[in-house]
């Protein structure tokens, strides 16, 4: 199973996503992506980036714990952010009609496959 596998595997097999990428937190570089291309991968990986700063700091500062999903909500749908270990994360796209307890579920399984192919070809 590779990463781009993987994505693509969950853009396909769940309703309602639009597209999904890893990429790296320090500097917000595409490791890999399922988005369509009508949508700005540099400009996703910067704002993942930026999140998953913000989200950290917040978990920290007022949770004393570390971040494991961000999620934004608007009337479209959904962006959510999963760490993947301390370097990575991976951005989920999703239409407004997505069920969320399936999104979740979803994402964690790819998750898992992702650290796993991580863990194996040590790309960080």
Do not use: W
Request: aromatic letters at 4%.
């Amino acid at each position: 199973m590779t990463i781009k596998k993987a994505l693509m595997d969950l853009n396909t097999n769940t309703p309602n996503i639009i597209g999904a990428a890893v990429i790296r937190i320090d500097d917000g570089s595409i490791i890999s992506s399922s988005i369509h291309k009508k949508y700005n991968e540099d400009l996703i990986g910067c704002m993942t980036s930026s999140m998953m700063g913000i989200g950290e700091r917040i978990a920290a500062e007022l949770m004393h714990s570390e971040v494991d999903r961000i999620y934004v909500q608007s009337p479209n749908g959904y962006v959510i952010v999963n760490d993947i270990g301390k370097d990575n994360a991976l951005i989920v796209l999703t239409s407004k009609d997505v069920r969320l307890g399936l999104i979740f579920f979803e994402i964690q399984k790819t998750k898992t496959e992702i650290e796993q192919y991580l863990k194996t070809n040590e790309l960080n």
